[in-house]
């Protein structure tokens, strides 16, 4: 089955800096890649998402870039916020997510 | 739109009880609903996928016996929580798909029910 890793496990920015989470995929058939925001004792709210006939996909201050032949994909976030502070999640898909492990991410005002 | 609700949002019960989780969509046709479990400062684990209408599919590792899914309508699916036991206790979260949206990936998560088996 798939397979996800994320990296880092915990990431902390300084307000205004960028925030990069890095994640790769076993699966060379997985063809649909979101990523999560979930905020402690909450549901994960989808807040990009982006799919295999894509490199780059950008909304506002989040983008996220995947290359297919290294099987790797990433989130990027621009202008960091302290209400950016959760724990994000990339996730592959073919017909079920696969989730990675997580990243939680503290904005230092 | 796409909101998902699950009842309850918490619940307590002690051992050897049976727990019933409701996962709904409440503005849109799910056919496939997932139930998820998430233990504290993890990742979300895949437990089944529900189809409408037909058996759930589960996960390797996931006692089907002691996790009941029903999926008996479009817009709502069951997870019972069988004879529960402390190692039971967890955080068990459900998604659905718009089975009516051109975008079939996409889950819509609800809200999470947090079980606490005493």
């Known amino acids: 089955g798939e397979n996800v890793e994320q990296h880092p496990s915990t990431l902390s920015v300084q307000e205004g800096d960028s925030a990069v989470i890095k994640c790769t995929y076993s699966d060379s058939a997985s063809n649909y890649f979101p990523w999560y925001k979930q905020e402690l004792g909450k549901r994960p709210q989808l807040i990009i998402d982006?799919?295999?006939?894509?490199g780059e996909k950008k909304d506002q201050r989040i983008a996220v870039t995947l290359n297919k032949t290294a099987k790797h994909f990433s989130l990027h976030i621009t202008e960091t916020q302290p209400e950016d502070s959760a724990v994000y999640f990339c996730a592959a898909t073919l017909q079920k997510l696969t989730f990675g492990t997580g990243t939680r991410l503290t904005i230092i005002p | 739109g796409a909101v998902v609700s699950q009842h309850p949002s918490r619940v307590i019960c002690k051992s050897g009880t049976s727990v019933k989780i409701e996962c709904r969509s409440l503005?849109?046709?799910?056919?496939?609903m997932f139930w998820y479990r998430q233990f504290p400062k993890k990742s979300l684990m895949l437990m089944a996928t529900?189809?409408?209408?037909?058996?759930?599919?589960?996960e390797q590792g996931v006692e089907k016996d002691k996790f009941l899914i029903n999926h008996a309508s479009l817009t709502l699916s069951t997870l019972t929580v069988t004879s529960a036991h402390p190692e039971d206790s967890s955080f068990y979260i459900c998604?659905?798909?718009?089975?009516?949206?051109?975008?079939?990936?996409?889950?819509?998560f609800g809200p999470g029910t947090r079980l606490l088996v005493l």
């Open positions: 998604s659905a798909r718009d089975s009516g949206s051109g975008s079939m990936e996409t889950q819509y």
């Open positions: 529900s189809n409408e209408g037909s058996k759930a599919t589960y």
């Open positions: 982006i799919r295999s006939n894509v």
């Open positions: 503005d849109f046709q799910a056919t496939t």
